[in-house]
């Protein structure tokens, strides 16, 4: 007995104690912004703010192997483009994303064939990546007319692959296509072409637009598992193929 009340009010001490500071550790929970900007950053430090400043892709899917801007609710290639560059959707497309994202233009599952371009250049002035199907599987025909892409200079990751891209035309000569060098394609901003074949395109026959019958590259370009051939510049032109290239 006497051991028992010596000890007990050691022991109710303890408890009183230890309750107290439990509903202080409580309450300090209860009043801290847990969804805040500032309650994030202390919990999860520098990976919180990763998180927060991560962006989503988008995928822009294009659904027709025609080239027009009709409102139809069909996507054709120009208005993906369009929804990539602009980042607003075209015709029902999904928007293309701001920020440091690459947008992701692919084509439906069993679209294949030939998109006869009948209206300007494609024209890519936001970062992307055009996934095509196969160069076996679909081809882009500029109807030696026009080239087929013009890469801005303000392009710091654009990436083209799985197409074929044939009679591009560039020059002066009556065409379609504004007076820039490169049949098929100019590229002043960062481009890759992966599985990519380029064939059968041409520029002006001379003068200072006459160079790089397939590509005009003043930005940086690389290739790879990619096919030039039968391209050809005008006269006094300095590349058939592509000038210059920086792989």
């Given at each position: 007995m006497l051991i028992h009340s010596t000890r007990r009010p050691w022991l109710s001490s303890l408890i009183q104690a230890f309750t107290r500071q439990s509903s202080r550790r409580?309450?300090?929970?209860?009043?801290?912004?847990?969804?805040?900007?500032?309650?994030?950053?202390?919990?999860?430090?520098?990976?919180?703010?990763?998180?927060?400043?991560?962006?989503?892709?988008?995928?822009?899917?294009?659904?027709?192997?025609?080239?027009?801007?009709?409102?139809?609710?069909?996507?054709?290639?120009r208005e993906a483009i369009q929804a990539a560059n602009t980042n607003q959707s075209v015709d029902g497309s999904t928007p293309g994303e701001t920020g440091p994202t690459v947008d992701i233009i692919e084509f439906a599952?069993?679209?294949?064939?030939?998109?006869?371009?009948?209206?300007?250049?494609?024209?890519?002035?936001e970062a992307v990546t055009i996934a095509g199907p196969g160069a076996n599987l679909l081809t882009i025909d500029a109807q030696n007319s026009l080239k087929h892409f013009f890469v801005s200079n303000v392009v710091s990751d654009a990436t083209i692959s799985g197409l074929t891209l044939i009679n591009g035309f560039a020059g002066t000569d009556g065409m379609r296509d504004s007076a820039s060098p490169g049949g098929a394609i100019q590229n002043a901003g960062t481009l890759t072409l992966d599985s990519v074949v380029i064939s059968n395109s041409r520029t002006e026959?001379?003068?200072?637009?006459?160079?790089?019958?397939?590509?005009?590259?003043?930005?940086?370009?690389?290739?790879?598992?990619?096919?030039?051939?039968?391209?050809?510049?005008?006269?006094?032109?300095?590349?058939?193929?592509?000038?210059?290239?920086?792989?």
């Open positions: 409580y309450a300090r929970r209860q009043l801290r912004p847990t969804g805040s900007r500032t309650a994030i950053g202390r919990r999860f430090g520098r990976r919180g703010e990763l998180l927060e400043d991560r962006s989503l892709l988008s995928t822009i899917t294009v659904t027709s192997l025609d080239d027009n801007t009709t409102v139809d609710s069909e996507v054709t290639l599952n069993g679209l294949t064939g030939t998109i006869l371009l009948t209206g300007t250049r494609f024209d890519i002035t026959t001379s003068g200072s637009f006459a160079r790089g019958g397939a590509i005009d590259n003043i930005g940086q370009l690389t290739l790879r598992n990619s096919t030039l051939m039968k391209n050809a510049s005008g006269f006094g032109g300095r590349s058939g193929q592509a000038f210059p290239v920086r792989l």
